[in-house]
């Protein structure tokens, strides 16, 4: 059984100028111990699909059809006090710019300490000792948990708030966007710990990024999004040497490969659609130079292509 | 700007308030019209403090003439004055604040303990001197009340202005060679006439108030009739003690009703303009 | 030898020094004020036409050499040359000056302002130079400019809000801002790292060729190594407010020499690239820039250090044609 399992996910946001249709009809799963990278360019989705598993959404938005499966069981069927009781303990998120979700006016240690004593039965005490154990797990010096935010460098911040994410033991990690802001090094030494962390402590890990070279070192899987829409997912493999959608295969140009030839790479043209009223059909068809008439009228459906790769493209012939 | 007119219209505080002051503006405007005053004519001697009856809907005062019209023609007076003083110290407190958030240093600091000066000193002693001082023609109380109230909006829009000041497109204009007038002029205004509406509104509302309480207390123009001379007269001519409520009470209703117009209009428009300015 | 003949942009011992501000008792206490050094010794040039990356972390300093370049943060020390002579401190030179060398932004959803019309955000340089020009053809200079960078029909883009377009439209608006002047040098800070990964081409490419028609020399900032290897002649490499390395293009990818700039490679996300454990990862962060170092910047995190380099600051050494390197190790 996955550990997690998305079947048909819609969400939408109502605003002034109607439904928003941020994710619709969204479909992937996740396997215990493992990474699945969620990627696409702003606006595809891939935050709102986050926020959705953990039931975080603003008030703006709602989840309108579909299934969220924890461990086989359907969180979209929690009440609200059911949900806080799950939260931290079976699904966490590192948000993005976390660094800046810290409260300048409590120590470090007492924040984190703070969840853990929301969700277990622990003392105070005994949760500031633990919140020193998981600084130490993510390589801050133990003694620092008696230090303020602005104290913490950026990078520290954001160890400091992986601490938090597993203070309960999750089974399921979110990272969205959790090394944008970061320098390079840092980037690298936080996604290292993450990989560790995941591994250590068999931990499902969604991370979501918009920035596709860094998931062949970090994840196993990958979905790419498009427009509130699953184009294509995949291994690591899948997707890098075999590209089967159009978008996916562009977006992996973009990426310049320092190994390779020094040329701009190719852009794509246009921009993204408007999802209050997207493009009839495939979404992507008014970007494709591919797109056939089919495409124009007819929304893809997934198609399997062998072991666990999948494309959603009028172009590409279901194999199994 | 739609946008703006729907989200007021979708309030419903603002459009209460809205629709009260658009009523009083409109009796001022046309009011006299219908109902004539003159506040310098005497009336009858045998209509003194009649209560509301036919021919005069709200009564008569204490010199026989018509309580609507005076209602009316005091409107007039009470809302140019507010909207007068306000205006004066809305500029007043604008170009302070900017030029004080804009330079910082040493213009900033003499600005702002001149400001924190106006802001200290209560201001009902201050305006009955200088009321004293320069004497009781219109002009004059809304001199008095523009100069006295532009503390509290000079802070305000400093404030914004320190914050509109860092932002990049700001830098972008330093970095082309603007001059500090031009910055000012076309960048922090604009960014932070937001703010400056929307305290305007409640500036107003203070600056009619001011005027009535400077008018009961003795200090208005007896040339013009506002809202605060009826309530000095009736209180003077003995309206209150004898119960000649229609005299004394309009008025008083009156800039209630306004000045909640105004309240609710200013919350309101906070309320919109504020969590609204992000453009992401 | 990182100074040419005939540069644009000529920087020599460049240094700012900030001074940390300090609370009201400690004009009381004795000790010297904290100093921020964030740039510390920068001597480079840029050539006529030509891309130079100042590539490097946060605290390396390299937005603050470009903004001490446009005068908009002041030097402590050091020169900047333009076109072979000091930039102009006064008034009327400065002005002048801000006319041939303009700025591009990183990021575009703030470097607009949101009150203004497209076409007076881009025809404000006009504006403020003082330029006494008819309507006509302010609105004609406008045009070009928004065409010029990539904005066709202008006439759409005229009267509409910055909120009404997207980050890359918003991104060459500020390049048509920063073209309508007809500069000679501009200095891009981080222009499209803010910008999904499909549109940045479109902007690399747009400067490119402005670059060509124009001969608009540009100084590149980023962080991302692989974006200044696409679009760069040459290179600089910087950390803690100094050139660790600089050198053409292909020579710092291919052939770095200096530890920071391989930590920096080792570090280089490639795409597809699956999963390499043990890869080098430089440990710790960049230090605080208030804080005095001895010897080379770099010590503290180097893994080759030895002693001298902890007393000694290495100079910048030509190791090949066009690339130096500051490091004992060479």
């Given at each position: 059984?996955?550990?997690?399992?998305?079947?048909?996910?819609?969400?939408?946001?109502?605003?002034?100028?109607?439904?928003l249709?941020?994710?619709?009809?969204?479909?992937?799963?996740l396997?215990?111990?493992?990474?699945?990278?969620?990627?696409?360019?702003?606006?595809?989705?891939?935050?709102?699909?986050?926020?959705?598993?953990?039931?975080?959404?603003?008030?703006e938005?709602?989840?309108?059809?579909?299934?969220?499966?924890?461990?086989?069981?359907?969180?979209?069927?929690?009440?609200?006090?059911?949900?806080?009781?799950?939260r931290?303990?079976?699904?966490?998120?590192?948000?993005?710019?976390?660094?800046?979700?810290?409260?300048?006016?409590?120590?470090?240690?007492?924040?984190?300490?703070?969840?853990?004593v929301?969700?277990?039965?622990?003392?105070?005490?005994?949760?500031?000792?633990?919140?020193?154990?998981?600084?130490?797990?993510?390589?801050?010096?133990?003694?620092?948990?008696?230090?303020y935010p602005?104290?913490?460098?950026?990078?520290?911040?954001q160890?400091?708030?992986?601490?938090?994410?597993?203070?309960c033991?999750?089974?399921?990690?979110?990272?969205?966007e959790?090394?944008?802001?970061?320098?390079?090094m840092?980037?690298?030494?936080?996604?290292?710990?993450?990989?560790?962390?995941?591994?250590?402590?068999?931990?499902?890990?969604?991370?979501?990024?918009?920035?596709?070279?860094?998931?062949?070192?970090?994840?196993?899987?990958?979905?790419?999004?498009?427009?509130?829409?699953?184009?294509?997912?995949?291994?690591?493999?899948d997707?890098?040497?075999?590209?089967?959608?159009?978008?996916?295969?562009?977006?992996?140009?973009?990426?310049?490969?320092?190994?390779?030839?020094?040329?701009i790479?190719?852009?794509?043209?246009?921009?993204?659609p408007?999802?209050l009223?997207?493009p009839?059909?495939?979404?992507?068809?008014?970007?494709?130079?591919?797109?056939?008439?089919?495409?124009?009228?007819e929304?893809?459906?997934?198609?399997?292509?062998?072991?666990?790769?999948?494309?959603?493209?009028?172009?590409?012939?279901?194999?199994? | 700007?739609?946008?703006?007119l729907d989200?007021?219209?979708?309030?419903?505080m603002?459009?209460?308030?809205?629709?009260?002051?658009?009523?009083?503006?409109?009796?001022?405007?046309?009011?006299?019209?219908?109902?004539?005053?003159?506040?310098?004519?005497?009336?009858?001697?045998?209509?003194?403090?009649?209560?509301?009856?036919?021919?005069?809907?709200?009564?008569?005062?204490?010199?026989?003439?018509?309580?609507?019209?005076?209602?009316?023609?005091?409107?007039?007076?009470?809302?140019?004055v507010?909207?007068?003083?306000?205006?004066?110290?809305m500029?007043?407190?604008?170009?302070?604040?900017?030029?004080a958030?804009?330079?910082?240093?040493?213009?900033?600091?003499?600005?702002?303990?001149?400001?924190?000066?106006?802001l200290?000193i209560p201001?009902?002693?201050?305006?009955m001197?200088?009321?004293?001082?320069l004497?009781?023609?219109?002009?004059?109380?809304?001199?008095?009340?523009?100069?006295t109230?532009?503390a509290?909006?000079?802070?305000?829009?400093?404030?914004?202005?320190?914050?509109?000041?860092?932002?990049?497109?700001?830098?972008?204009?330093?970095?082309?060679?603007?001059?500090?007038?031009?910055?000012?002029?076309?960048?922090?205004?604009?960014?932070?006439?937001?703010?400056?509406?929307?305290?305007?509104?409640?500036?107003?509302?203070?600056a009619?108030?001011?005027?009535t309480?400077?008018?009961?207390?003795?200090?208005?123009?007896p040339?013009?009739?506002?809202?605060?001379?009826?309530?000095?007269?009736?209180?003077?001519?003995?309206?209150?003690?004898?119960?000649?409520w229609?005299?004394?009470?309009?008025?008083?209703?009156?800039?209630?009703a306004?000045?909640l117009?105004?309240t609710?209009?200013g919350?309101?428009?906070?309320?919109?303009?504020?969590?609204?300015?992000?453009?992401? | 030898?990182?100074?040419?003949?005939?540069?644009?942009?000529?920087?020599e011992?460049?240094?700012?020094?900030?001074?940390?501000?300090?609370?009201?008792?400690?004009?009381?206490?004795?000790?010297?004020p904290?100093?921020?050094?964030?740039?510390?010794g920068v001597t480079?040039?840029?050539g006529r036409g030509?891309?130079?990356?100042?590539?490097?972390?946060?605290?390396?300093?390299k937005?603050?050499?470009?903004?001490?370049?446009?005068?908009?943060?002041?030097?402590?020390?050091?020169?900047?040359?333009f076109?072979?002579?000091?930039v102009?401190?006064?008034?009327?030179?400065?002005?002048?000056?801000?006319?041939?060398?303009?700025m591009?932004?990183?990021?575009p959803?703030q470097?607009?302002?949101?009150?203004?019309?497209?076409?007076?955000?881009?025809?404000?340089?006009?504006?403020?130079?003082?330029?006494?020009?008819?309507?006509?053809?302010?609105?004609?200079?406008?045009?070009?400019?928004?065409?010029?960078?990539?904005?066709?029909?202008?006439?759409?883009?005229?009267?509409?809000?910055?909120?009404?377009?997207?980050?890359?439209?918003?991104?060459?608006v500020?390049?048509?801002g920063?073209?309508?002047?007809?500069?000679?040098?501009i200095?891009?800070?981080?222009?499209?790292?803010?910008?999904?990964?499909?549109?940045?081409?479109?902007?690399?490419?747009?400067?490119?060729?402005?670059?060509?028609?124009?001969?608009?020399?540009?100084?590149?900032?980023?962080?991302?190594?692989?974006?200044?290897?696409?679009?760069?002649?040459?290179?600089?490499?910087?950390?803690?407010g100094?050139?660790?390395?600089?050198?053409?293009?292909?020579?710092?990818?291919?052939?770095?020499?200096?530890?920071?700039?391989?930590?920096?490679?080792?570090?280089?996300?490639?795409?597809?690239?699956?999963?390499?454990?043990?890869?080098?990862?430089?440990?710790?962060?960049t230090?605080?820039?208030?804080?005095?170092?001895?010897?080379?910047?770099?010590?503290?995190?180097?893994?080759?250090?030895?002693?001298?380099?902890?007393?000694?600051?290495p100079?910048?050494?030509e190791?090949?044609?066009?690339?130096?390197?500051?490091?004992?190790?060479?």
């Amino acid at each position: 059984m996955n550990l997690l399992e998305v079947r048909n996910l819609k969400t939408y946001f109502s605003t002034t100028k109607g439904m928003l249709k941020a994710v619709d009809d969204v479909s992937f799963h996740l396997e215990s111990g493992q990474a699945l990278g969620l990627v696409g360019e702003s606006g595809c989705g891939k935050t709102t699909s986050a926020l959705s598993i953990a039931r975080l959404l603003p008030k703006e938005g709602r989840i309108v059809g579909g299934e969220i499966f924890l461990d086989g069981h359907d969180v979209l069927l929690d009440s609200e006090n059911e949900l806080r009781k799950r939260r931290w303990r079976d699904v966490s998120i590192i948000f993005q710019g976390a660094m800046n979700a810290l409260n300048p006016v409590l120590t470090v240690g007492e924040q984190i300490a703070e969840a853990i004593v929301l969700h277990e039965r622990l003392s105070k005490e005994e949760a500031l000792k633990k919140s020193q154990e998981l600084l130490d797990l993510v390589e801050i010096p133990k003694e620092r948990y008696k230090r303020y935010p602005h104290e913490f460098s950026g990078g520290m911040k954001q160890r400091a708030m992986i601490a938090m994410a597993l203070a309960c033991d999750p089974k399921l990690i979110i990272g969205d966007e959790p090394t944008t802001a970061l320098d390079v090094m840092i980037q690298a030494q936080i996604l290292n710990l993450l990989e560790r962390l995941r591994r250590e402590r068999s931990m499902g890990m969604i991370l979501i990024t918009h920035d596709l070279s860094i998931l062949g070192e970090t994840c196993d899987h990958i979905a790419v999004m498009y427009a509130g829409k699953i184009v294509e997912t995949g291994t690591v493999t899948d997707i890098f040497e075999h590209a089967r959608h159009p978008y996916t295969d562009r977006l992996i140009r973009c990426f310049p490969n320092i190994h390779g030839k020094k040329a701009i790479p190719e852009g794509i043209e246009g921009y993204p659609p408007n999802l209050l009223d997207p493009p009839a059909g495939c979404r992507f068809h008014p970007r494709c130079e591919y797109a056939f008439d089919r495409c124009r009228v007819e929304e893809p459906l997934t198609r399997h292509v062998g072991g666990e790769h999948t494309v959603a493209c009028h172009l590409v012939e279901e194999t199994r | 700007m739609r946008e703006f007119l729907d989200q007021v219209k979708a309030n419903k505080m603002a459009l209460t308030g809205t629709i009260v002051l658009a009523f009083f503006v409109l009796t001022a405007i046309i009011g006299p019209f219908f109902f004539p005053f003159d506040v310098m004519e005497f009336g009858n001697v045998e209509d003194i403090l009649q209560p509301p009856g036919p021919g005069h809907i709200l009564g008569t005062d204490d010199m026989g003439r018509d309580v609507l019209g005076y209602l009316i023609a005091g409107s007039r007076v009470s809302l140019l004055v507010g909207a007068l003083a306000t205006l004066l110290c809305m500029v007043i407190g604008t170009v302070i604040g900017i030029v004080a958030g804009y330079s910082g240093k040493a213009v900033d600091n003499i600005l702002m303990r001149i400001t924190d000066f106006f802001l200290v000193i209560p201001w009902l002693p201050l305006m009955m001197v200088l009321a004293a001082i320069l004497g009781t023609s219109i002009w004059n109380i809304i001199l008095v009340i523009g100069v006295t109230s532009w503390a509290g909006t000079a802070r305000v829009v400093r404030a914004q202005t320190l914050s509109v000041r860092e932002r990049q497109f700001v830098e972008r204009t330093v970095s082309i060679g603007a001059g500090s007038g031009h910055i000012m002029l076309y960048h922090i205004l604009p960014n932070v006439f937001p703010l400056v509406f929307a305290s305007t509104i409640l500036v107003a509302a203070a600056a009619i108030t001011s005027e009535t309480t400077l008018s009961f207390l003795g200090m208005g123009d007896p040339a013009h009739a506002s809202w605060g001379m009826m309530l000095h007269y009736a209180f003077e001519t003995g309206a209150t003690s004898t119960g000649a409520w229609w005299y004394f009470l309009p008025p008083g209703i009156c800039v209630v009703a306004v000045v909640l117009a105004f309240t609710l209009m200013g919350y309101a428009f906070d309320e919109i303009l504020n969590p609204k300015l992000k453009e992401r | 030898m990182s100074q040419q003949k005939d540069a644009i942009v000529s920087v020599e011992d460049l240094r700012v020094h900030f001074e940390v501000r300090q609370g009201f008792f400690s004009a009381f206490s004795k000790k010297e004020p904290p100093v921020v050094r964030a740039v510390d010794g920068v001597t480079f040039s840029v050539g006529r036409g030509e891309i130079l990356s100042l590539v490097g972390e946060s605290g390396s300093g390299k937005t603050t050499v470009g903004k001490a370049i446009l005068q908009l943060v002041s030097p402590t020390s050091g020169t900047v040359s333009f076109d072979g002579a000091p930039v102009p401190q006064d008034r009327q030179g400065l002005h002048a000056f801000r006319q041939r060398a303009q700025m591009i932004f990183q990021d575009p959803y703030q470097s607009l302002n949101p009150r203004h019309y497209i076409s007076d955000i881009v025809a404000e340089p006009l504006d403020v130079a003082g330029t006494d020009l008819s309507a006509d053809v302010r609105d004609a200079r406008v045009r070009e400019a928004l065409e010029q960078a990539g904005l066709t029909p202008a006439d759409d883009y005229l009267y509409r809000y910055p909120y009404e377009l997207s980050g890359g439209q918003r991104q060459r608006v500020v390049i048509a801002g920063a073209l309508i002047l007809k500069p000679k040098f501009i200095v891009a800070d981080e222009p499209v790292s803010m910008l999904d990964a499909s549109i940045r081409t479109g902007i690399l490419k747009l400067m490119l060729r402005l670059r060509d028609e124009q001969d608009i020399a540009y100084l590149f900032i980023t962080h991302d190594l692989s974006l200044a290897w696409l679009i760069s002649d040459r290179i600089a490499i910087m950390y803690l407010g100094k050139i660790m390395e600089i050198g053409a293009a292909e020579e710092i990818i291919k052939r770095g020499l200096h530890p920071y700039t391989q930590a920096l490679m080792a570090v280089m996300p490639v795409p597809g690239q699956v999963r390499e454990s043990g890869r080098t990862v430089l440990e710790g962060e960049t230090p605080n820039a208030a804080i005095r170092i001895e010897g080379c910047k770099f010590s503290g995190r180097c893994p080759r250090a030895f002693d001298r380099c902890r007393k000694e600051e290495p100079e910048l050494v030509e190791v090949g044609p066009g690339h130096s390197v500051a490091c004992f190790l060479v």
